[in-house]
């Protein structure tokens, strides 16, 4: 008997505040708030920034492909090559949505003088250098690419940078993998 009156109290209690819990506000009633975050589109800085960097890494794989005989040389130098590549051709489909952006279509000024410096170096040195340059190069790109990951919401760009992101992070495991070898 005790246990019928209680369980008769239960659903009294909840037949109680399923109203309250059904009450809707009416649109009067809401207030709503949002927050938009400013995004800017890239600068015009950064499309020549991606646009040269790639160009140059392209250049430089191929002078690795021919100087180099390390294998894990040219594993790299035929991964940034295609990678670089492809990423250029993509880059400028993208960029042609954009009425301001003009990419470069060669290499300029430092770039082309360290093509040249790299031309001058053979062997042991050329790869060592190489190795050196592609890390340097990966960190600096990817720091520059979050930042304008940061900034955009054209999807198209968005895709690209995580893209090279994750390209870029594979090349530094390589370059891992071969800087622990002795040439």
Not at 47 to 66: C, F, I, P, R, V
């Amino acid at each position: 008997m005790f246990t019928d009156k209680l369980f008769i109290l239960a659903l009294a209690a909840i037949s109680l505040l399923l109203p309250a819990c059904d009450s809707r506000t009416t649109e009067s009633e809401t207030t709503e708030v949002t927050y938009t975050l400013e995004k800017q589109e890239p600068s015009a800085m950064f499309w020549d920034y991606a646009a040269s960097t790639s160009m140059l890494q392209t250049e430089l794989s191929k002078l690795a492909k021919q100087k180099s005989e390390d294998t894990q040389v040219l594993a790299l130098a035929d991964s940034a090559l295609l990678q670089h590549t492809k990423a250029l051709r993509k880059l400028q489909r993208i960029s042609g949505k954009y009425e301001y952006v003009q990419l470069p279509d060669s290499l300029t000024g430092a770039d082309k003088t360290i093509v040249k410096d790299f031309k001058a170096l053979e062997g042991e040195e050329f790869e060592t250098r190489y190795l050196e340059y592609l890390e340097n190069s990966i960190s600096a790109q990817l720091n520059r690419y979050q930042e304008t990951l940061n900034e955009t919401e054209d999807p198209a760009l968005r895709s690209w940078l995580n893209n090279m992101k994750a390209h870029l992070r594979s090349q530094l495991q390589l370059y891992a993998a071969a800087d622990t070898l002795e040439f």
